[in-house]
Nanobody
Framework: QVLLVESGGGLMQAGGSLRLSCTIS????????VAWFRQAPGKEQEREFV??????????YYGNSFEGRFTISRDNTKNTVYLQMNSLKPEDTAVYSC?????????????????????WGQGTQVTVSS
């Protein structure tokens, strides 16, 4: 089994920063490509792609509205992937979930699709007040 546990969510004022963590344990030993998705209030059926990073850590991918504000990184010695979120806006309010693939890499054409990932965490709530 593979277990993903997110942490770091909470309530923040607009303009502030949060850092989310996703710790991976189980059969993959963390050797997975990992992505962050989010589900906004009223859009729970839609997983919006935020960012992804391969096991090597090279060439992270970002959704259209996140590059420059959000940064994905990983520490493979801790089997943990981070999402640093800066300049937060009220519209960033959502449940943020991390997802891991069985493979160490996902291609640029597949990184954005939830179907590319095999394991999911429960999510962590981020609320940004105006």
């Amino acid at each position: 089994q593979v277990l993903l546990v997110e942490s770091g969510g909470g309530l923040m004022q607009a303009g502030g920063s949060l850092r989310l963590s996703c710790t991976i344990s189980g059969q993959t030993s963390g050797r997975s490509a990992v992505a962050w998705f989010r589900q906004a209030p009223g859009k729970e059926q839609e997983r919006e792609f935020v960012a992804a990073i391969n096991y090597s850590g090279d060439r992270p991918y970002y959704g259209n509205s996140f590059e420059g504000r959000f940064t994905i990184s990983r520490d493979n010695t801790k089997n943990t992937v981070y999402l640093q979120m800066n300049s937060l806006k009220p519209e960033d309010t959502a449940v943020y979930s991390c997802a891991a693939a069985r493979q160490t890499r996902v291609s640029s054409s597949r990184a954005f699709s939830p179907d590319s990932y095999d394991y999911w965490g429960q999510g962590t709530q981020v609320t940004v007040s105006s």
